[in-house]
C-alpha cells in the first residue's frame, strides 16, 4: 500500500463526521485538515533550525525581508510589515528585539528626525545568510519524498488555493 493509499489522520476525522452526521459535507477537510496538520509539523520542525542559532520564526521572517532588499538597503518598519503581513506593533517588537541581538540598525532620517529606516548589520547580514542555507536545505530534504513535477503541480494548487482564499477576503 502506497502512502497514497495509507489512510491518515484526516481520514480518521472525516470518518467519524461521517458516523455522526453521516449528512454533514466534511470533504473541505482533505485539503484544509492536511494543510493544518502539515503546517504544524513543518513549523515544529523548522523551529529547530531556528533554534540552534538563537532565533525564531518571526525573526527570520524580518532579517529575510531586509536581506532580499539588497545589500545595506534601509526599509522603513511599514514596508516591512507589509512584506510580513503582520502589524507595525508586531514589526516594532521583532525589530526592538533583533536590534537588542545586534542583528538590525534603526536609522534615521537626515531631513525628517521622525522617518526612520531600518537595515542588517553586518552580524545581520552573516547570520541570516548561514540560517537560510541551512533552512533552506532543511526544506528541500522535507520535500525530498516529492519529485520535481510533483512538487511544481503542489506548488501551482496552492497558488491558485491562496488566490482563491485572497479573493474570499474580498468585502461581500
Not at 5 to 13: A, F, H, K, L, M
Not at 108 to 124: F, M, N, S
Amino acid at each position: 500500500m502506497s502512502s497514497e493509499e495509507t489512510p491518515d489522520y484526516v481520514d480518521g476525522i472525516i470518518a467519524q463526521w461521517a458516523r455522526v452526521e453521516p449528512g454533514l459535507d466534511v470533504s473541505p477537510l482533505r485539503v484544509f485538515g492536511r494543510l493544518h496538520r502539515a503546517y504544524l509539523l513543518y513549523s515544529h520542525i523548522i523551529s529547530e533550525t531556528f533554534d540552534e542559532y538563537g532565533i525564531n520564526q518571526a525573526g527570520f521572517d524580518v532579517l529575510a525581508s531586509l536581506k532580499r532588499t539588497g545589500p545595506d538597503a534601509t526599509v522603513t518598519p511599514t514596508e516591512l510589515a507589509t512584506q510580513s503581513l503582520v502589524t507595525s506593533g508586531g514589526v516594532s517588537l521583532r525589530l526592538n528585539r533583533l536590534e537588542d541581538a545586534g542583528l538590525v540598525e534603526r536609522i534615521r532620517g537626515r531631513q525628517d528626525r521622525r522617518a526612520v529606516g531600518v537595515r542588517l548589520t553586518e552580524k545581520g547580514d552573516e547570520l541570516v545568510s548561514r540560517v537560510a542555507r541551512h533552512h533552506f536545505a532543511r526544506e528541500a530534504e522535507l520535500l525530498s519524498d516529492l519529485s520535481d513535477d510533483e512538487q511544481r503541480v503542489l506548488s501551482d494548487l496552492l497558488r491558485r488555493l491562496f488566490h482563491s482564499l485572497n479573493a474570499g477576503q474580498a468585502p461581500a
